[in-house]
């Protein structure tokens, strides 16, 4: 079915790269100036890469950021591919094509793939990223992760102008009944100084959240385990410090610490899902630390455009985080152990820590006497340690595990024809080595002890694709990539209740390998920016997430294949300043549930996003700009053996608008989230875990946000 919508949708339109990222970016849309997509690894601009890339610029990000908060939900909204967040500090099951995405930021990875703790959408506040770059599909570019796609997000840069300059930002966010208890505010600060060749940002950011409403102006139910955006306060903190060594070489600095934490000033209150009564809360104190992520991260580059007639970029970083999961009120029946105290009594809540240090460095350039042929040869490093503590009991759930990875990768971007035609290609080569000693798994999992060991897997990662241009402006493309990413490791290790397993030889903590095609075709001439993509993934031991009755996921090894078309349309319209948008995914995915090498049965909502249209008008002229968007996320059917029809989807739709007007002291905006207070479940909770009554969280209501931004 998916591939004759392609045939059909490919002769009949030219559509590519969604509208949002070029609203108010021209640099990006023209062959006036390029914009560097950083996270491909290369200075060749987009349109000779065969990818899907999409950026939004600080404009559009700013947008998202008053009407939903976060960098996120920006992302979310604006791709038709990206799942419903799930409006919580857990990212869990939120998906880019059907696959997780890898989140990064300057090109470091802030994911913890050996016990993913999905925290690694919220490790930086958007006030300091000035733009996402996103990149579509399975590959291996930034290393492990990224089977999804990648997005990365890119600092503020370094300043231009001599002294001082800044910029300063003042929020209050109010739900729809201008309710105490859902007042929120950001204030938000960043200083740059420059004098001659040195140059320093630094900027600090503090924000409080009171609880969200829905539209039935019901307090939204908290997750006390997984953890909350509401009832919290966030710091972050920023610094980038710059010296020009000489008139093309710099060398920066730039740390950051990201903190969101939970005020456990609310407790949660069971909902009903035979009468459609959605999870709620009321004042009361959990036990236990409530719900908190904290990120650390140092990074320093050495840079150099034109070094021996070529490219340099090198890195080293350092980032760290720790992810407190909450407790829950009734004591949790994993966590329970007879000889520490009588079952069903003993209370205790996991920490996830993880820590990575790292390297990168790439050299390109045209090749002297074949310009038209230009080569990227590149070596990547990474050490990975992490554990999951159970903190109450000073338990190890997940036991230590180190992570390394080697890759040396070289990549080929051949122009043929004047840039009629390119070619593109190259391999990563892979060598990873997972260590876990040995250990005994949690009571609950028998008390099993495991044998450690140090398996270690390579592989070669291809990838390759041909870019048609025959005006410009106007290109099609193929290609194909291989990703890769390790899976969840500690759900899996902590799983362990088999005697006899030796991680030497436990063949369920092998790297995933997915493999991804992809036909493009895009316009971008005049009024007119629009695209069209199909892409099919597959991978012969996939990863899902498998709900226990006790709420706790799993991981099972199957066979997953993914196969989906994306359209997107941008038009300016004759009258100045008014741009109309159109976006739409269909995407589809199946796994082998019952190991027979067929895949036959639907990814779950814990796996997969659901169909989506994106509609939206933004007007600019002068100091007044605006934007009123809708998405319509479709209705959904899961079929296969054991589905549940409880788990379908019915769909919904949610509006949302901005206005901002710049004056002489400042821009003045007022964003509203939901606009039309619709009363609705939330993707993740509609189609999954149908007699949990603690987990039918309905989604934010109306939510008014006035925000004054200034620049000096």
Known sequence: MIRKLLVATLASTALSAPAFAQEGADYATTGESTIIVTAARTILPPSALPLTIDIIDKDALDQQLAISGSVTDAVATLSPSFSPTRQKLSGAGETLRGRSPLYAINGIAQSTPLRDGSRDGFTIDGFFVDRVELIFGSNALQGIGGTGGIVNQVTVGAPTQEGISGRTLLQGTADNDFSKAGMGGKLAGLVQYKAGRFDASVGATYELRGIFRDGEGRPVGINLTQGETMDSKTLSLFGRFGYEVTDTMRLDLIASRFELEGDGNYEVVSGSRATGLPTSQRRGTPPGIPATGRTESIALSLTDPDLGGGNLVSQIFWNRSRDTFGGEP????????????????????SQNRSRKIGGKLSYEREMPGFEALTLIAGFDALWDTTEQRLIATDRAWVPPTDFRSLAPFGQANLKLFDGLVRLAGGARYENVKITIDDYTTLASSGSTFVAGGSPTFDDILLNGGVIVEPIKG????????EGYTVPDVGRITRAVRTPGVDIDNFLDISPIISNNRELGFE??????????????????????????????????RQRVEIEGLEINLAVKMPIDGLTLSAGYAHIVGRFDDDGDGVVETDLDGANISPDRLNLAASYVNGPLSSRVQTQFYLSRSFEGPNRDPRNDFGGYNLTDAIVRYQTGIGGISLAVQNLFDKQYVSYASDTQRPTDNFFNFAGRGRTFTLGWDSRF
């Open 523 to 556: 316009v971008k001439r005049g009024p007119l920016d629009a695209s069209a993509s199909y892409f099919w993934s597959s991978s012969t031991k996939g990863q899902l997430l498998i709900a226990r009755p006790d709420g706790i996921f799993d991981v099972v």
């Open 330 to 349: 009734n004591p949790i029946a994993t966590f329970q152990d007879a000889s520490i105290a009588p079952v069903g009594t003993l209370f205790d809540q």
């Open 474 to 481: 106007i290109r099609a493309y193929a290609s194909y990539a």
